[in-house]
């Protein structure tokens, strides 16, 4: 004999049917099969960042040099960094993110004085 849960069950079941319709069903089931393997390819990228952030020696990071020409497309906020640095005659090599920021900085409020 079906016990209570079971009924419960049976009961959405049909509920989701009458609403929707059993042409509506596979396309609801196609949605939710998405949405969940969106939500665990979310989950491995987040555990993997985090493990690589984890497992990381330093937080500060060194920006390869690289030269960006005044027509190319900035892409990253590294090739921004590094071409504004460039454009106020900065040198790049070696430095980290948080080492340009702050020349960066300095040179801007020395040209405004």
């Given at each position: 004999m079906l016990e209570g849960w079971e009924w419960l069950i049976i009961g959405v079941v049909a509920i989701v049917i009458i609403m929707w319709g059993p042409a509506k069903i596979p396309e609801f089931a196609k949605a939710l099969g998405r949405a969940k393997g969106e939500f665990n390819k979310a989950s491995k990228e987040f555990e993997n960042a985090a493990t690589m952030a984890a497992n990381?020696?330093?937080?500060s990071t060194t920006i390869p040099t690289a030269?960006?020409?005044?027509?190319?497309?900035?892409?990253s906020k590294d090739e921004l960094l590094l071409?504004?640095?460039?454009?106020?005659?900065?040198?790049?090599?070696g430095k980290t993110r948080e080492q340009l920021t702050e020349e960066i900085n300095q040179k801007v409020k020395s040209l405004a004085v």
């Open positions: 990381s020696p330093s937080t030269t960006v020409a005044p027509t190319q497309t900035l892409r071409s504004t640095a460039h454009n106020l005659g900065i040198a790049t090599d």
